[in-house]
């Protein structure tokens, strides 16, 4: 008798709760908002450019814009911010040096050029922020000043491009970069030719460039992913049932053992018989053969003290339940689960001769589906 009043008491004070091994869910596309101060970086690269000038039109000139005659390199310097994942601004330099194309020979001009340009990052827009992915495709558009230092002239543009970013490490990044500067008449200070073409080009001056170049990303470079408030309370929901249905499980037992106090006041009571009428149960995270809560096995240890005491045999059940994976793989899943529980008892002192284990498969006996992801322990009949 006084071992049942153990039992007793040890069942009441297990109303322990399920932890889920997961990470909060988190929105795809929306992040939340990160201070001015984050997400700057600076950029630095060199560039193979070729100048189209209007002059050109009629000058019975090749029309590629790619020619050697027409080819300079040159060097840019850019900073820029991100405010959002998909959007930014960028403010770049790049010159300094130009090219006269009137005719084949090479007539040198020093230049430079100014652009503001809006960055869209079309991969974290298409298909979410990532921020270890390798490539991000940048559409850029934009407007800017030229300044011919030669002929001491300025003249405005409009540019757009592609710029490609390669990620190095969160910091660093290499860039290449696809562009062109659509720029007034005279940013190849020669003035505005009276003869006009039938192409947007041929009325003015154009650069083409392709750089190469390294990304620093400034401070804090990345951004905090918006959790996904439903997918939370829903996983808050499954852990609530899981909890409801180890009380469930507790009070059934203690319900069980005031019963048999009430009726076997006078005399010893074949104890074991009794107490295999009620299982006890250790509840699993969904897919995963790891007991869920330790606190599930403080139930399963009073069980295990009472049967080595008495030399009782156990018998461990393991379910999963049939909503998710198919009856092979629940079949295999409820034996593991079976397996580690036996295994729980043996480091309780319970001889493993005295264990028999056996997986039920995938089940739907109890509502929700979650009650259904345990191993029951019981005395053998």
């Not at 998909?86 to 040096?97: A, E």
């Not at 003015?204 to 620093?216: C, I, M, Q």
């Amino acid at each position: 008798m006084k071992k049942l009043f153990i039992v007793l008491a040890m069942c009441g004070l297990t109303m322990g709760s399920m932890a889920q091994e997961t990470t909060d869910p988190v929105q795809k596309y929306s992040v939340a908002t990160n201070s001015f101060w984050s997400n700057w970086f600076i950029q630095v690269g060199a560039d193979w450019n070729a100048f189209y000038s209007n002059e050109e039109h009629g000058q019975g000139l090749a029309r590629s814009p790619f020619k050697s005659f027409r080819a300079t390199p040159g060097f840019s310097l850019a900073i820029g911010k991100w405010f959002t994942p998909g959007l930014g601004l960028r403010t770049k330099f790049s010159g300094v040096w130009g090219r006269t194309v009137v005719d084949e020979n090479k007539h040198s001009n020093k230049t430079w050029t100014l652009n503001e340009n809006v960055l869209f990052n079309l991969s974290n827009m298409l298909y979410g922020y990532n921020p270890t992915r390798v490539w991000n495709f940048v559409p850029f558009v934009g407007a800017g000043i030229n300044r011919n230092c030669d002929a001491n002239c300025y003249s405005m543009n409009l540019s757009a491009g592609i710029l490609n970013t390669f990620r190095v490490s969160k910091h660093v990044g290499i860039n290449l970069e696809l562009g062109w500067n659509f720029a007034e008449s005279d940013f190849d200070g020669v003035s505005y030719s009276s003869i006009e073409g039938g192409r947007v080009w041929d009325s003015h001056d154009n650069k083409f460039y392709a750089e190469v170049g390294l990304t620093f990303n400034l401070g804090k470079a990345t951004w905090n992913k918006t959790p996904d408030v439903d997918a939370i309370k829903a996983l808050s929901q499954s852990q609530i049932d899981a909890l409801n249905a180890q009380l469930n499980d507790a009070n059934a037992e203690n319900a069980r053992l005031k019963n048999l106090l009430a009726q076997k006041k006078d005399e010893p009571a074949p104890v074991a018989k009794n107490y295999s009428n009620t299982p006890l149960s250790v509840f699993f995270n969904i897919n995963k053969a790891t007991v869920a809560s330790r606190k599930d096995l403080v139930n399963i240890k009073s069980l295990a003290e009472f049967a080595k005491e008495n030399n009782s045999n156990l018998v461990v059940t393991g379910y999963a339940d049939s909503a998710t994976g198919s009856a092979a793989y629940n079949q295999k899943l409820s034996e593991r689960r079976a397996e580690t529980v036996a295994n729980e008892l043996v480091k309780m002192g319970v001889s493993r001769d005295n264990i028999s284990t056996e997986g039920k498969g995938g089940v739907k006996d109890l509502s929700p589906v979650s009650y259904n992801r345990r191993a029951t322990v019981k005395l053998a009949d």
